[in-house]
């Protein structure tokens, strides 16, 4: 049984290919036919690796280990821990849904008059107040004399700052010349009434009378307007003691001497920063005349030398508003290192920050109503 178990079994080998043909039928063979497997079944492949390299043996790093279908045995990197969380520090009140405002700085009148927040409830956040300034500050340049010319040259000089509009105003019945106490109350007498009668008062934010003096116009004015009010001499000395250490004033003629002495030390007291006043000998309409121009612009050259030599004045000041445009003059003999100060260009920049600031003229003194 065994050799011809052997003898047929290369037989039985060529009878079993026979199975698949066309020619083979059911009833030749109780073998079931050969059924190929589905072409949807996925046979999983085998990664052979590829042959070391010899050659670096021992040198490197082992290879890779071979990739495997196990997705258990797929390594997986280590997990990214979560940042840690953010400490902010407390706040006074809850910062959702709050507009965000800055913050004022507490005083004690504000702490003694905000009452407690309740528990659980937002403090309030007070706001500052805020002040309605005008969206352009008008300054009203008053001439108390009758002359046209200096005015159309202080006009020329003066360059207001920004936000600024100036508008000039002459007497037309004052007198030509303001060269004491007398035509200063008529310049005065003559500019009031007018001013009333043309509102304008109510028309500007700021006036300036330009005139060097204690002008009477000044204080009438203050009287019946809480704007500001202010003159040129009031102006220039101002800007003196915050420009220099020690001024003179350069005026006109002798009269002056004694009255601006006085509304210097009416003003600041006996202050060691004023040093005296020195005259030219000439009126205000001689001053700003063309007839004795080259005599006058010698004699404020010279008054302004004594100044600054014999008096170690560092500010001049220009003590008369017919002066207006001669700052030249006074600055080849002085120096490009003294101040010089014009009480115009003073007064307008004074009166806009003023305006600007939304400071009026107090009503509760000597200027009430």
């Known amino acids: 049984m065994k050799r011809k178990f052997a003898a047929t079994e290369g037989k ?9 043909s066309p020619a083979s039928t059911q009833g030749e063979s109780t ?55 953010q400490i902010l520090p407390p706040q006074p009140f809850p910062l959702i849904g709050l507009p965000i405002q800055p913050i004022p ?15 659980g409830t937002a403090a309030p956040v007070p706001r500052p107040p805020q002040t309605q300034l005008p969206p352009f500050r008008r300054i009203l340049v008053i001439n108390p004399n009758r002359s046209v010319e200096m005015t159309n040259s202080i006009r020329e000089m003066v360059r207001p700052p920004p936000g600024t509009m100036v508008q000039y105003y002459t007497s037309a019945d004052g007198p030509s010349s303001i060269d004491g106490v007398r035509t200063s109350v008529q ?17 500007h934010d700021g006036f300036l009378v330009a005139c060097y003096s204690a002008h009477p116009l000044i ?8 704007k500001p009010v202010m003159g040129i001499f009031q102006a220039s000395i101002f800007w ?13 003629n002798q009269r002056w001497d004694y009255i601006l002495t006085k509304s210097v030390h009416d003003l600041i007291g006996s202050n ?27 004699a404020m050259a010279e008054a302004a030398q004594k100044l600054v030599k014999e008096d170690q004045c560092d500010a001049i000041i220009l003590g008369c508003a017919g002066m207006t445009g001669l700052e030249q003059t006074i ?39």
């Open 31 to 85: 073998r079931p036919p050969s059924v190929s497997p589905p072409s949807f079944v996925v046979h999983t492949p085998i990664a052979i690796p590829p042959p070391p390299n010899t050659s670096s043996i021992g040198t490197g790093p082992p290879p890779p280990p071979p990739p495997t279908s196990d997705p258990a045995a797929i390594p997986r990197p280590p997990p990214i821990p979560p940042p840690p969380p």
């Open 272 to 298: 060691p920063a004023f040093a005296r006043v020195v005259c030219t000998g000439y009126t205000a309409a001689e001053v700003h005349g063309a007839s004795n121009r080259n005599q006058v612009q010698r």
């Open 187 to 203: 310049s005065t007498m003559a500019a009031l009434h007018p001013l009333i009668a043309g509102n304008a008062l109510s028309g």
């Open 12 to 20: 039985d080998r060529v009878d079993t290919s026979q199975e698949h």
């Open 331 to 369: 600055r080849e003999v002085v120096g490009k290192h003294v101040t010089i100060i014009d009480g115009v260009v003073a007064g307008v920049h004074m009166l806009a920050g003023i305006i600007h600031a939304g400071q009026r003229t107090s009503q509760a003194g000597v200027y009430g109503l």
């Open 219 to 226: 204080e009438c004015l203050r009287e019946m307007t809480s």
């Open 240 to 252: 003196a003691l915050s420009l220099g250490g020690r001024f003179g004033i350069v005026t006109t």
């Open 105 to 119: 700085r507490v005083t004690a009148s504000l702490m003694s008059e905000s009452p407690a927040p309740s528990p």
